[in-house]
């Protein structure tokens, strides 16, 4: 059994197991779990949901020493994710969320159970610096904030993986 998983087994329900992070809020299809360098988030997308995984990446990547403006963007990508997943599937929508720090910066993986990669969304023609666009801006945003990031088939639908350049606070 992972050190983790063992030391889990033996701490009360609600109890995140990731340091500095308390436990689990009282939200419906909320499951978290730790992972190395972060979390992962089993949830029903809501409202109440969505707050809650926000709430814990700056908590997870401050505690991995990530600069605060890098754990901005990596929120922000979060953000960007989960709605293009209930934008593409519908509220209470099942997602994970994999939030972590990793060598090259910040890995976000959102998967959703949508299996159709030809369904994704297209990248908008308003402008990134308009003052009065709603919406159509999201993927321009991944692109500046995780270029590269690829979408992959999954076990339940799909994936959209992102590397988010980050820099670590001086030791």
Known sequence: MHPISAELAHRPSGVS??????????????YLRPRAGGFVAHVCASGAALRS???????????????????????LVVSELVGNSVRACG???PVVVEVYAASY?????????????SALPRRGTVPLDSAVAESGRGLGLLDLLAPGWQVR??????????????RREPS
């Open 17 to 30: 197991g990731i340091p500095g992070v308390p436990p689990s809020p009282n939200v419906p299809g909320y």
């Open 153 to 166: 088939r999954s076990s339940i639908g799909k994936q959209v993986r992102c590397r988010v350049p980050a």
């Open 105 to 117: 910066g910040v890995a976000v993986n959102v998967h959703d159970p949508d299996p159709d990669l």
């Open 53 to 75: 995984v926000r709430r814990l990446v700056p908590m997870v990547l401050r505690g991995h020493g990530i600069v605060a403006e890098d754990v901005d963007n990596a929120q």
């Open 91 to 93: 509220d209470h929508v």
